[in-house]
Nanobody, 124 residues
């Protein structure tokens, strides 16, 4: 079993920045993908970004390209999401997901383990 815990959410004004962190513990190995998803009120969960086990060629949703950066610390089983130039439409609960795959996964249904989520609110 793998435990996934997110942190770093909060309230920020439009144009501001936040950094989310996610740690995975338990029966983990170095070769797994870690991704971020978000779900706004009344909307479906959507893909935000993901990092393969190597950290190379991270993937981003078009809506966050150029503003968000995903990075990972393989030695500490952690992944980070640096969010800059935040907009009110970025307001959502952000979830970290982990799966024992070496490739980037875009479909949330394919991730085996999920965190509880952290709230991000951006005021205009």
């Amino acid at each position: 079993q793998v435990q996934v815990v997110e942190s770093g959410g909060g309230l920020v004004q439009a144009g501001g920045s936040l950094r989310l962190s996610c740690s995975a513990s338990g029966r983990t190995s170095s070769r797994y993908v870690m991704g971020w998803f978000r779900q706004a009120p009344g909307k479906e969960r959507v893909f935000v970004a993901a990092s393969s086990w190597s950290g190379e060629r991270p993937a981003y949703a078009d809506s966050v390209k150029g503003r968000f950066t995903i990075s990972r610390d393989g030695a500490k089983n952690r992944v980070y999401l640096q969010m800059n130039s935040l907009r009110p439409e970025d307001t959502a609960v952000y979830y970290c997901a982990v799966d024992p795959s070496i490739w980037v996964i875009y479909d949330g249904d394919e991730y085996a383990y999920w965190g509880q989520g952290t709230q991000v609110a951006v005021s205009s």
